[in-house]
């Protein structure tokens, strides 16, 4: 063998020998998050345990939000090292409920941090995960309309302090102190009503139901199907105000910031 191709075939190994000690994005992402974040879509009970949001939701929610690849490759690397709650692509509240991760620098660099960006985005939401959410957010949705006191329950009419409070901190939506101090006094009130009116509905509800199966006549049970309705005007009328309230609230960037949730 020529001393040519000796050279060639070392320099291949060497470079081969070179690439397998270069860690993968996998592999970083396993020795670098996976002790806070969970690697594979949660079970029921491991939701109750988590102390971060999972790679599936994190994924999940920057490809909902960020859109474009090169943005949420760019998010991760940056977030990660420079946190802040108004630029989180979670809901607010889950930034409440796990709190703001502290900045990993100098655990982490940005180059690796840009090979577990490319191993996440290729692998994460799983399946499984999209599944997962998509008929948790539909029975949410189905247990929100069977227990609703509204005589009107459709997308077009929000609860948007719900909407708002998911997205609380956003630096796009840019809520000063004195509109944020503003919505929580009409998010207190409308739910202060509008409980009230559930904890009156349920048992005439219930009361209903028992009349029915009892056989009792119709014309015994329409006062209390009217009583019913009565409320659930009130309910509406209650919706409808903190609705007009919110929105004389906002300014015409936040609404349309928030118009896109509308239908969640």
């Known amino acids: 063998m020529n001393l040519k191709i000796k050279t060639s075939i070392f320099l291949a190994l060497a470079l081969l020998n070179i690439a397998n000690a270069t860690p993968t994005g ?14 594979t879509t949660p079970t029921p009970k491991e939701m109750k345990r988590l102390k971060a949001p999972p790679f599936d939701a994190i994924l999940f929610h920057a490809k909902d939000a960020l859109k474009e690849e090169s943005k949420v490759k760019k998010h991760i690397v ?25 900045s990993q620098k100098g655990s982490v660099t940005k180059e690796e941090l840009e090979k577990i960006a490319d191993y996440l985005y290729a692998n994460y939401p799983t399946e499984k995960f999209v599944k997962l ?4 957010q539909t029975d949410s949705k189905i247990n929100a309309l069977k227990n ?12 948007l ?9 956003k630096e796009a939506l840019n ?4 509109q944020k101090e503003k919505l929580l006094v009409v998010r207190k009130e409308t739910m202060t009503g509008v ?14 139901v028992d009349l029915m199966y009892d056989g009792a006549d119709l014309k015994t049970i329409q006062p209390k199907v009217d009583k019913v309705a009565k409320l659930k005007k009130q309910a509406t009328m209650i919706h409808l105000k903190c609705l007009k309230d919110t929105i004389e609230i906002l300014n015409d960037e936040q609404i349309e910031y928030i118009a896109p949730f509308w239908d969640l």
Request: glycine share 2%; proline share 7%.
């Open 195 to 208: 409980k009230k009116i559930k904890q009156a509905l349920k048992p005439i509800e219930s009361e209903i």
């Open 26 to 39: 996998k592999a970083l992402a396993n020795s670098k998050c996976v002790k806070c974040h969970l690697p």
């Open 175 to 178: 809520l000063s102190k004195e």
């Open 133 to 136: 959410i998509t008929k948790m």
């Open 78 to 102: 940056e977030f990660t090292l420079n946190p802040n709650v108004s630029k989180s692509v979670c809901e607010s509240n889950k930034v409440a409920k796990f709190g703001l991760m502290p």
């Open 161 to 169: 302090t719900k909407i708002l409070m998911r997205n609380w901190d």
């Open 148 to 159: 609703s006191p509204f005589l009107i329950n459709i997308d077009t009419l929000p609860h």
